[in-house]
């Protein structure tokens, strides 16, 4: 099973890391690990937003049918809106960079304690435990 995960590889072409033995949690081959994944995730964003610029100022047309021009304008409103949730992304990528300078990356920002390899593959922009996010989203639901 340990070779057969080896052999994959998770966004943007990264291996899971498989950490020494012997090795200290966020050691400086961690972060540059995270680093690359966290900047390529960036660099993928980017590229998104330039496509979506170049569209719509390529298919700006001012149709004379209502139902054209409608349409048009619903997928432009979509796709903006998708860009605002990645423009938000791109943002907490940045902030979990300073972390990783700051060397405190991949540390619970509610408790301390470490977040943990694997949840920070599948969440590389993770600021809480899973504990901690689990009490979070409870206490959110409960809010209503």
């Known amino acids: 099973m340990a070779e057969a995960r080896a052999d994959e590889a998770n966004a943007?072409?990264?291996?899971?890391?498989e950490a020494g033995s012997e090795e200290e949690y966020m050691?400086?081959?961690?972060?540059?690990?995270f680093r690359g994944i966290l900047q390529a995730w960036k660099q993928s964003l980017m590229e998104e937003v330039d496509r979506t610029v170049h569209h719509m100022q390529d298919e700006a047309t001012n149709f004379p049918?209502?139902?054209?021009?409608?349409?048009?304008?619903?997928?432009?409103?979509?796709?903006?809106?998708?860009?605002?949730?990645?423009?938000?992304?791109?943002?907490?990528?940045?902030?979990?960079?300073?972390?990783?300078?700051?060397?405190?990356?991949?540390?619970?920002?509610?408790?301390?304690?470490?977040?943990?390899?694997?949840r920070l593959e599948a969440?590389?922009?993770?600021?809480?435990?899973?504990?901690?996010?689990?009490?979070?989203e409870i206490r959110e639901k409960q809010r209503g």
């Open 12 to 17: 943007f072409g990264f291996k899971p890391y």
């Open 27 to 33: 050691s400086p081959r961690q972060e540059e690990h």
């Open 65 to 118: 049918d209502p139902n054209d021009r409608a349409t048009q304008e619903s997928e432009f409103s979509l796709e903006l809106r998708t860009r605002d949730r990645e423009r938000k992304l791109i943002k907490k990528i940045d902030e979990a960079l300073d972390r990783i300078e700051e060397h405190e990356y991949g540390y619970c920002e509610a408790c301390g304690v470490e977040i943990g390899i694997r």
């Open 123 to 136: 969440r590389p922009t993770a600021t809480l435990c899973i504990d901690c996010k689990t009490l979070d």
